[in-house]
């Protein structure tokens, strides 16, 4: 079956590391996104792909990146990570064009001390 | 810019009892619906959408929304709750910006059914 998985599921960083988030979709979607959610905001857009090196900034990209280098994988890198960062991240992908669902990985939780 | 509102953050209710979750959003113009459900310590999925057609659309375990275009909502429903229905619940709105589809989501609602 397709799926859409994330790694690591917990990461526990310190502030000023470097760190990247997995994401790794097996449906053939050209779509791509990365969300970040937190009590009180619900999710909140920080990345975004529509294809193989198509990349473009949601509402909270700062100290966010992404590079989409194949169709099933968008990592997400925190360049020097800060405890506002702190957060659960979930990677979503979807069908090209209008009226698509998206389908969502089951989270990554980083902690940044 | 689309902006979607749950007006509730949280909502209590008894086994079997009816609940209404609601959801307005700013922009009418070629927008798709949608709901999402999470269950603890999991991803989003999906629980209904609306593309075009009968504004009433209907999910496999009894959920249902309807469109409202004049008012700018998509309330979902359920009759009668179940105990398996405790989740968090997230409206969202896709629309045309800059040539791409964006979905835009609400806050949530926790919805907490007591026994």
């Known amino acids: 079956d397709a799926e859409i998985t994330q790694s690591p599921r917990h990461k526990i960083t310190e502030t000023g590391r470097q760190v990247t988030l997995a994401c790794h979709q097996t449906w053939n979607h050209n779509n791509m996104f990365w969300y970040r959610q937190d009590l009180g905001h619900g999710l909140r857009l920080i990345h975004y792909s529509y294809g193989v090196q198509d990349t473009n900034k949601g509402e909270v990209s700062d100290g966010y990146s992404v590079s989409r280098s194949n169709t099933e994988d968008l990592p997400l890198t925190l360049e020097s990570a800060a405890s506002s960062q702190t957060s659960v991240y979930f990677c979503?992908?979807?069908?090209?064009?209008?009226?698509?669902?998206?389908?969502f990985g089951p989270g990554t939780r980083l902690t940044v001390t | 810019a689309q902006s979607v509102t749950q007006l509730d953050s949280q909502v209590p209710v008894f086994e079997e009892a009816p609940v209404e979750l609601r959801c307005n959003y700013s922009?009418?113009?070629?927008?798709?619906l949608f709901w999402y459900v999470q269950y603890p310590n999991q991803g989003l999925q999906l629980l209904l959408k609306y593309l075009s057609g009968s504004t009433l659309v209907e999910s496999i375990n009894g959920f249902e929304a309807e469109f409202n275009k004049s008012q700018t909502s998509f309330h979902l429903r359920k009759p009668s709750v179940h105990i398996s229905d405790t989740a968090e619940y997230f409206c969202?709105?896709?629309?045309?910006?800059?040539?791409?589809?964006?979905?835009?989501f609400g806050r949530g609602t926790s919805l907490i059914v007591h026994p």
């Open positions: 979503a992908s979807s069908e090209s064009g209008k009226g698509y669902e998206q389908y």
């Open positions: 969202a709105v896709s629309d045309l910006r800059g040539g791409s589809y964006i979905p835009t």
């Open positions: 922009s009418s113009v070629s927008v798709y």
